[in-house]
């Protein structure tokens, strides 16, 4: 499963060999690739050509014309949905939200302290839950405006840890 942002608008999409749903309605098209970027696609009596324009990895921004009209498509996969779950998602505007605590646990160890620029992977604490020690890195660049837990605390599921 999947997410699609359209036009601020979130849509769920699930696909499988058999079928795919959106927002738990299947969707039943007739699609023929017809170039490397370009696709047929034909849905009941309508029949309409789909180009995709630019993809963007790193944002995971595509921008495609259907017709004549342009969109801009933001994925997010079950990974980016579980980050987002947890606390530890990227905001659309460019800045970073809470970093959360994704399990309880004791915090063994602080790599950050307010002020301090990370930026994407950047190791920012260590968080020992059931005898397993858990890196939590940074979701995104960003500087770090308060760390909320010390050296030693333990912690709730969804606590906050750090703020940006």
Do not use: C
């Amino acid at each position: 499963m999947f997410s699609v942002i359209l036009q601020n608008n979130s849509h769920s999409v699930e696909k499988n060999e058999e079928s795919l749903k959106v927002n738990q309605k299947p969707i039943s098209w007739d699609l023929k690739w017809i170039g490397e970027r370009k696709i047929h696609l034909i849905r009941g009596n309508e029949s309409m050509e789909a180009e995709l324009l630019s993809i963007d990895r790193e944002t995971k921004t595509l921008q495609i014309r259907i017709g004549y009209k342009t969109a801009t498509l933001k994925l997010k996969d079950r990974f980016d949905l579980l980050l987002e779950k947890m606390g530890m998602s990227v905001n659309g505007v460019g800045g970073m939200k809470d970093i959360k605590a994704p399990m309880p646990g004791l915090i063994l160890d602080l790599k950050v302290k307010p002020g301090d620029e990370v930026k994407k992977g950047d190791v920012v604490l260590i968080l020992e839950a059931m005898k397993m020690e858990n890196i939590i890195k940074s979701p995104g660049d960003g500087i770090v405006k308060d760390v909320k837990v010390s050296h030693k605390q333990s912690v709730e599921k969804n606590q906050v840890l750090i703020q940006f």
